[in-house]
């Protein structure tokens, strides 16, 4: 299985709302990962998990609120978001950054629409 | 702060035509990758390249690295149709840290 599984594929959601996305993972990672990317852009990165602690964030407004509740299980709690940050959230998660080999392995992707 | 560039930006090439795309990054990284997007989707992985010279070879795709130039090539050879898609690069800087290129997309005209 080398699947990573983000729900909900699609999300409209109000500059008032709270939601969250769900990112999972049964590939034995202990890296976890979440991206953001705008049109015809590259992917950015936000977060990054190692053994369920936050090893990186990259400067991400609060209104972003990331969770890793297990070694399998990523979420990306959202708040008073802006209509800028509507984009493709993808998660993405791999071995582990000690070992030979780091490739990451992507989701599906949340697409995001902020109104 | 590495930075990754790729070019060309867009490419479009007639079907049966070889191409290259170049990757370009600005300072020493021990781990590069090539990734390709289809429009509105994820990230499928195409190579992984972790030392100077390696080549991998996947179909139609090549992929090589050359550290010292730091500079990493994706070879299309006799392109196809189905290969139309987005191909990012994407540089390790750091343990966790990705940077990725700004995307090559393809266009393979029948």
């Known amino acids: 299985d080398t699947e990573v599984t983000q729900t909900p594929k699609h999300l409209v959601m109000g500059m008032t709302n709270k939601k969250s996305l769900k990112c999972e993972q049964h590939?034995?990672?202990?890296?976890m990962y979440w991206y953001k990317q705008k049109a015809k852009k590259p992917p950015e990165l936000m977060f990054v998990y190692s053994y369920e602690k936050l090893s990186i964030n990259e400067s991400v407004p609060s209104r972003f609120s990331p969770e890793c509740p297990n070694s399998s299980l990523l979420n990306l709690h959202l708040h008073a978001l802006q209509p800028e940050d509507s984009a493709l959230y993808l998660c993405?998660?791999?071995?582990?950054?000690?070992?030979?080999?780091?490739?990451?392995?992507f989701g599906q992707g949340t697409r995001l629409t902020v109104v | 702060e590495l930075k990754v560039e790729q070019n060309p930006l867009f490419l479009s090439m007639q079907e049966g035509k070889n191409y290259t795309i170049y990757c370009n990054y600005s300072?020493?990284?021990?781990?590069l990758y090539w990734y390709r997007q289809d429009p509105g989707k994820s990230l499928e992985s195409l190579f992984v390249l972790l030392s100077n010279g390696a080549v991998k070879q996947e179909g139609r795709l090549m992929a090589s690295l050359d550290t010292k130039a730091r500079l990493s090539t994706l070879h299309i050879t006799a392109a196809v149709h189905d290969l139309s898609a987005t191909y990012f690069c994407?540089?390790?800087?750091?343990?966790?840290?990705?940077?990725f290129g700004t995307g090559t997309r393809l266009k393979v005209l029948a």
């Open positions: 300072t020493t990284s021990d781990r």
């Open positions: 993405a998660s791999s071995q582990d950054g000690r070992g030979p080999v780091t490739e990451a392995f």
């Open positions: 590939m034995g990672h202990r890296a």
């Open positions: 994407a540089v390790a800087a750091g343990t966790y840290k990705y940077i």
